[in-house]
């Protein structure tokens, strides 16, 4: 019923750019938050930036705050991530979530998100 589907993903040098892009098909009206996350090798996932339904509100984890973007695109049902300054630290799959309405569950944990995409792969080379 709800799909998440993440693209743009791909090979990047250092101090390079890279957009993402989450479209989302099904009933989406009822998105509170949409979030990215990514996954490097061996580690969990953590929380990069989140934004609210009415694109007002945006957060960033503090190793991407000033060089990460979140916006979305209501009339597309497509959230995005727009990375620069990439390091090769950046690297990891990339995921987009989904809540819907209220959640006592912070939004920088996974635990906060109802739906999840199924990972787009971002390498930034030194």
């Known amino acids: 019923q709800v799909q998440l589907v993440e693209s743009g993903g791909g090979l990047v040098q250092a101090g390079g750019s890279l957009r993402v892009s989450c479209t989302a098909s099904g009933r989406t009206f009822s998105f509170y938050t949409m979030g990215w996350f990514r996954q490097a090798p061996g580690k969990q996932r953590e929380f990069v930036a989140a934004?609210?339904?009415?694109?007002?509100?945006?957060y960033y984890a503090d190793s991407v705050k000033g060089r990460f973007t979140i916006s979305k695109d209501n009339a597309k049902n497509t959230v995005y991530l727009e990375m620069n300054s990439l390091k090769p630290e950046d690297t990891a799959i990339y995921y987009c979530?989904?809540?819907?309405?209220?959640?006592?569950?912070?939004?920088?944990?996974?635990?906060?998100?109802?739906?999840w995409g199924q990972g787009t792969q971002v390498t930034v080379s030194s």
């Open positions: 934004i609210t339904w009415n694109g007002y509100s945006t």
């Open positions: 979530a989904a809540r819907r309405g209220y959640s006592s569950v912070p939004y920088y944990y996974t635990g906060a998100y109802d739906y």
